[in-house]
């Protein structure tokens, strides 16, 4: 009863942290049975939480958990585990049981607003993943909405989240995103959230309402978020939404589980290029500012190089940005990042000619020609002939022929060079 009141969890709490873990097994043993009632105790439930959270090991968290499955499954607790499809696995027959104990408990957190704490989520998580998907409608009310930005952190939390946007309609969608407000910087950099920022776009149709309400913070954010590697994730699924090569299979799978929700109708690739369309121009205003900075950093690098790729909007101040480093720093072209970008932009498409039609008029010729002496610099000459459609790059090949390129320091880069002046 000590931690039922507001000074005694802190002293339980105290005791826990200071004390041995022997004299922790007496203080789990005298609170075992009564850890669902504590639970659901607006003051105890912070002990508890501590307890599960940060001392109790296998066992003890699946007997904390099993309070929670009924009277009947209980007296199995040592064969059991604290994750419900386990528990199903052994005793199939009981899960129409379970589901509606778990039901009634993730009614009471929500109504006593308890969702912030971690076993609370382990639990509510076991319903979201295992109820109906009606009932699961039925819990995203906007009691719960109010809550979301509470749990939305963590690893479990974040799930239910994602959850309740998949499953609620678009009414209780647009509740969501409005409690979003003013979280939506932190939630692009936390490990978890920025994965319910994903799903979001994943499954809202109303994308001005995403643009008002969510694309909006994050352009404004986007010198501190694109410094995190979250932040960068999430910039990424904008631009690139579920590429193979940029999320690993288990973000991927993660993600895609709600595609099979029956409330979005928006076709996916009109409702992505939307949200692209929105975004692009923000992006590249603020790209445009920090090529330099990004190009100090592989992974901001491969995100400037991922914009220039996929972006929907007109990015020549990018390319400008990039010559004109190019032109100050003669250095510049050997080095990784500005051979991975130039490496992207001149295999693009639409890009390349642009691009190539900048470096021959603003760098001088002479220091074109120098781009032989290094490796990369060798290559990144080769992908500028191999374009050869202005008048300037014609002159650069007949300035190369006069040369003799095989005084130039060996390298992979030049020798493709000599090959292809060869065949020219």
């Keep these: 009863s000590t931690q039922s009141t507001g000074y005694g969890k802190f002293t339980v709490s105290c005791m826990l942290k200071n004390t041995s873990p022997e004299m922790r097994k007496l203080i789990f043993k005298s609170l075992s049975g009564n850890f669902k009632k504590l639970t659901l105790h607006a003051e105890a439930v912070t002990v508890v939480d501590t307890f599960y959270n940060d001392y109790a090991n296998s066992r003890e968290r699946t007997e904390m958990i099993t309070e929670f499955y009924g009277k009947e499954l209980y007296l199995y607790r040592d064969l059991l585990s604290e994750h419900f499809v386990k528990v199903i696995e052994l005793y ?88 979003f407000k003013g979280h ?60 193979t090569k940029l999320f690993p ?12 929700n029956n409330v979005s109708k928006k076709d996916t690739q009109v409702r992505r290029l939307e949200i692209l369309t929105y975004a692009s121009p923000g ?6 500012d920090n090529v330099e900075s990004m190009l100090m950093e592989n992974t901001r690098t491969l995100l400037l190089s991922t914009a220039v790729n996929h972006v929907n909007c007109e990015i020549s101040s990018v390319l400008t940005a990039v010559v004109d480093l190019l032109a100050t720093d003669k250095s510049l072209v050997d080095s990784t990042t500005m051979h991975i970008l130039m490496r992207s932009i001149q295999s693009h498409q639409t890009h390349q000619k642009p691009f ?9 010729m002479t220091d074109v020609v120098d781009w032989i002496n290094t490796n990369r610099g060798s290559f990144s000459l080769l992908r500028l002939l191999e374009c050869g459609s202005t008048e300037k790059q014609q002159q650069l090949v007949d300035v190369l022929k006069q040369k003799d390129l095989h005084k130039f320091p060996k390298s992979a880069g030049r020798d493709k060079l000599i090959e292809f002046l060869n065949k020219s």
């Excluded at 704490?117 to 995203?140: A, D, P, T, W």
């Design 92 to 179: 199939p027959d009981k899960k129409d049981k379970v589901l509606e104990e778990l039901l009634s408990h993730t009614q009471v957190f929500i109504e006593k607003g308890l969702t912030g704490h971690i076993i609370v989520q382990h639990l509510m998580l076991q319903y979201f993943l295992h109820g109906s998907v009606e009932s699961i409608q039925e819990l995203v009310s906007e009691k719960l909405i109010e809550q979301i930005v509470n749990f939305v952190h963590t690893k479990e939390g974040s799930k239910i989240a994602m959850r309740c946007l998949w499953h609620s309609k678009a009414k209780e969608r647009k509740l969501v995103i409005r409690t």
């Design 184 to 243: 939506i910087k932190d939630m692009c950099m936390n490990e978890n959230s920025y994965l319910v920022l994903c799903a979001l776009f994943d499954c809202v149709d109303d994308t001005v309402l995403v643009k008002k309400a969510v694309l909006s913070e994050i352009i404004e954010s986007l010198d501190s978020i694109t410094m995190s590697q979250y932040g960068r994730l999430l910039l990424n699924y904008i631009l690139a939404p579920r590429s």
């Design 249 to 260: 299979p288990s973000i991927i799978d993660c993600l895609k589980v709600g595609d099979t």
């Design 283 to 288: 992006i590249i205003a603020n790209f445009k």
């Design 356 to 364: 190539n039609d900048q470096v021959m008029e603003k760098i001088p």
